[in-house]
């Protein structure tokens, strides 16, 4: 369950409320946990990225939280000191190919695996972020719905997926500036959409996906992994 503290204090001659939900450190305090998230899965274009992080215990920082939550700004801002604090943490993508040839719920668990492969430190148990999982190695997993919003380590993972993906993308659009990739990060905005009946697809779209027919996301809510 979530913590919340409950902050009491004056606006005016009014004394207010104001409940903060806090993130949880840990899921077992004995065992070295990762966090694993990934981001981009929804995309009509580009890799899918996950991200693997074990933080210690006693991390924290008052501005973490599902990324979906945070600005860009927030998000580069978190990034540093996620990396730097983290007693190890990795981030591994899986290219739009590969995702059209095992499709993209197995690319997201391949790009967890290759992150969870890379960690100098090996976990003990993960915590991985949505409703289904494949099972690494032997180390138990726990799938956790909402969970960038619930523990620390996987809001962290789900910061450095997003970010570095992010990156990536942006480094597309110089090549393709046609897509608006620089602000849609490859999400079915109505901007993508407009510039792919256009321009058609470029080696970097994802033929597997019903692209043509998909629903039009709002280019506000274009972080929804």
Known sequence: MVKKLIV??????LFLTKIIE???PFFHNKFIEAGIDEAGRGCFAGPVF???IILPKEFYHPLLNDSKQLTKEQRDYLRPIIEKESIAFAVSSVS??????INILQASFKAMHLALNKLKKQPEIL?????????????????????????????????????YRDEYMQKLHKKYKMYSWHTNKGYGTLEHRTAIEIYGLCSYHR??????????IDQDNEALD
């Open 207 to 216: 033929r597997s996906f019903n692209i043509y027919t998909a629903p039009i």
């Open 50 to 52: 996950a991200a693997a």
């Open 8 to 13: 009491q204090y004056k606006k005016g001659s």
């Open 127 to 163: 915590l991985v972020d949505g409703n289904r999982f494949k099972p690494y190695k032997k180390i138990p997993h726990h799938c956790i719905i909402n969970g960038d919003g619930i523990y620390t380590s996987i809001a962290a993972a789900s910061v450095l997926a997003k970010t």
């Open 96 to 101: 739009n190919e590969e995702i059209d040839r």
């Open 22 to 24: 806090l993130l949880l």
